[in-house]
């Protein structure tokens, strides 16, 4: 193991889902298509415009804070941050200095407690547009589109706490996660919705006090990237330190395609922003009474919600874990076995916690599939949970086979149609009656004389592929079980 101990600290920005920009009424549009067309004067920073505060925004970020244990400032402000950049048409940046919306908190990662500093809000740039086919040496102009300018932007900072490019990958999908639960941002960081800046020094093991020099990485696209940054800047930052004794404090870049940090621009001198209190802006009051009413609409958070499920459905870890990562399917799933109390009484089914792992099991297998083909989502889905939970007493009643329930399952997401009907319509019941399928089975064994001798000289494979063919001539309807008693018998 390495001398050196790592120390990490996170910056995130999150574009917030709002109607309209930060400080005027053009559209919040992510991803919109054609450059510069949610501008106005406001947000194009023309002299004489007056910015007027999205209050909306202001609440998303107060419960962004609540979320995350943090406590809610009496009062904050907003401060001009000034700076030079093409696609900052004010040439400042309206943010938050001194005094921000949230400070403090925390985000436990598997079981540890990543403390946060503050959770401030401010508006986003625009974007800068290289043409390509131009190399940077010769090329002669850059574009720029301010659709962007203005967003309303969530900025979160962590103190120090975090060791390993593992853990700070983790910390940015349970962050997004909670955004997402709390209808806060869609925070896609593939799409530039969510950024992800890391600050990283080693420290000498054995040193708690001291601290590194400061590398700070930028432009992490993915939560691969954040993790695989950090793994390469510990290892370049130790071998520096092993050789040259020397980091230099620098901003460094992530090259997807070499996998390798590398430099962009030293920090020798410190920027200056010259943050001053925005005059055009009333100072925020009323935030403890905000608070007080946005803490209602907080849900069941996805580690509570986790532990729930363990509690209460017993499922392995991991299908909980897909489960709750999308809180749509979580609720849709908790509705389906609310709805399978019914139908165990109708059908006088007696194992509840068994239709619930089937329940699960359908959920994150066949109908993610269907959902995958159909470039759809739960909130989509037309089968009604009462649906679903008859499906799921039909195949644990042996109504269908397994290979009918998805053909059943695929006619009940494109037409909203329950089960029975669709069962009856396609005829898809299963057959288990004895006297109908050794009739297809004798011929099944006629045709495929070779797989008989096979089985009789001890292959087993071959028995399965009788009862793959007797499924096949049967439709799909044959029950595989009898099935496979009928073959033995014959066979013996
Ligand atoms: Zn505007």
Known sequence: MSNYQPVIGLEIHSELKTQSKMFCDCLNQSGIKGPNVNICPICLGHPGTLPAINRTAVELVVKAGLALNCAIAKSAKFDRKNYFYPDLPKGYQISQYNLPLALGGWLDINGKKIRLTRIHLEEDAGKLIHPKGTSPKNARHSLVDFNRAGVPLMELVTEPDISSGEEAGKFCEELQLILRYLEISEANMEKGQMRCEVNISLRPAEEKKKLGTKVEIKNLNSFRAVRRAIEY???????????????????????????????????????????????DLPPLGNLVEMSGELAKEIPELPLAKRERFVEEYKLPVNDIATLTANKGLADYFEQVVSELDTWLKIKSIKDKDKLVKLTANYLLTELQKLMLSRKTGINKCQISPENFAEFITMIERKEISSSAAQAVLKEMFDTGADPSHVVEEKQLTQVSGRDELSKIVKRVVGENQKSVNDYKAG???????????????????????????ILMEMLR
Do not use: C
């Open 233 to 279: 800047e510990i290892k370049r930052q130790s071998d520096l330190l092993e050789s040259v004794h020397k980091v230099v404090h620098e901003t460094r870049g992530w090259d997807e395609d070499k996998q390798k940090t590398f430099s962009q621009r030293s920090k020798e001198q410190a920027q200056d922003y010259r943050y001053f209190p925005e005059p």
């Open 459 to 485: 292959k087993g494979n071959a028995l399965q592929y009788l009862v793959g063919q007797t499924m096949k001539a049967s439709q799909g309807k044959a029950n595989p079980e009898v099935v496979r008693e």
